[in-house]
């Protein structure tokens, strides 16, 4: 599919093909029908906010579930969803509370070796 991939801070999107792998067991694949790009993303973009690249930016988006890692109990395909910043491990007390910002199990990331999502 094609995206506006971020190589660098401070420099302009490239519009290019990416691939999009398979979602681990903690993640869902969303076909996404809208995005917003927020102060977060311009932070990014500017700098500000050091952050891997390349990156595809757009944290806030709208769209329909088309597949589920094995593990996801919370939503199914086909289910419209949106979307945010936090990771969501689905079984801390912060998640169950509605503290999500404040996670920090590892499931929710991926490893070193890993391809990015
Ligand atoms: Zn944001
Ligand atoms: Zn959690």
């Known amino acids: 599919m094609k995206a506006?991939?971020?190589?660098?801070?401070?420099?302009?999107?490239?519009i290019e093909d990416v691939a999009i792998g398979k979602p681990g067991p903690h993640e869902v694949?969303?076909?996404?029908?809208?995005?917003?790009v927020c102060h977060s993303d311009l932070h990014f973009l500017d700098g500000a906010y050091p952050y891997p690249m390349p990156a595809v930016l757009g944290h806030e988006?709208?769209?329909v579930v088309e597949q589920v890692g094995e593990l996801v109990r919370t939503v199914r395909p086909g289910d419209h969803?949106?979307?945010?910043?936090?990771?969501?491990?689905?079984?801390?007390?912060?998640?169950?509370?509605?503290?999500?910002?404040?996670?920090?199990e590892p499931d929710t990331r991926r490893g070193e070796g890993e391809a990015p999502r």
């Open 29 to 36: 694949l969303v076909r996404t029908a809208a995005v917003g």
């Open 81 to 104: 969803v949106i979307t945010c910043l936090s990771a969501y491990c689905g079984h801390c007390e912060h998640c169950l509370t509605g503290h999500l910002s404040l996670c920090t």
């Open 4 to 14: 506006a991939v971020l190589h660098q801070s401070k420099s302009p999107f490239v």
């Open 61 to 63: 988006a709208a769209g």
